[in-house]
Nanobody
């Protein structure tokens, strides 16, 4: 069992930055590939980025490439999402998830409760 807790969301103006954190507890953190997803009101949950268990491989959805950076600190059992040049379209609840490297949320076994990110224009 893995417990995931996100933090770092908030309200930011367009062009600003936020860093999300996902703290994990339970089974060894290095056992899991992990990812970030987001869900805007009325929309399906969308893949944002993923990182493998040893942080040697990352992937991003096209809309966030060159703006967002996924990383993890296995010594701190924490994953991060650095978000720069934020746009109003980035407004969503952001979720961290563990268990896969794919873009399909059905492949991930564990989920956090989500943190709201709101980008004003």
């Amino acid at each position: 069992q893995v417990q995931l807790v996100e933090s770092g969301g908030g309200l930011v103006q367009a062009g600003g930055s936020l860093r999300l954190s996902c703290a994990a507890s339970g089974r060894p953190f290095t056992s899991y590939n992990m990812g970030w997803f987001r869900q805007a009101p009325g929309k399906e949950r969308e893949f944002v980025a993923a990182i493998n268990s040893l942080a040697r491989s990352t992937s991003y959805t096209n809309s966030v490439k060159d703006r967002f950076t996924i990383s993890r600190d296995n010594a701190k059992n924490t994953m991060y999402l650095q978000m720069n040049s934020l746009k109003p379209d980035d407004t969503a609840v952001y979720y961290c998830a563990a268990g896969s490297l794919t873009s399909d949320p059905r492949d991930y076994r564990y989920w956090g409760q989500g943190t709201q990110v709101t980008v004003s224009s």
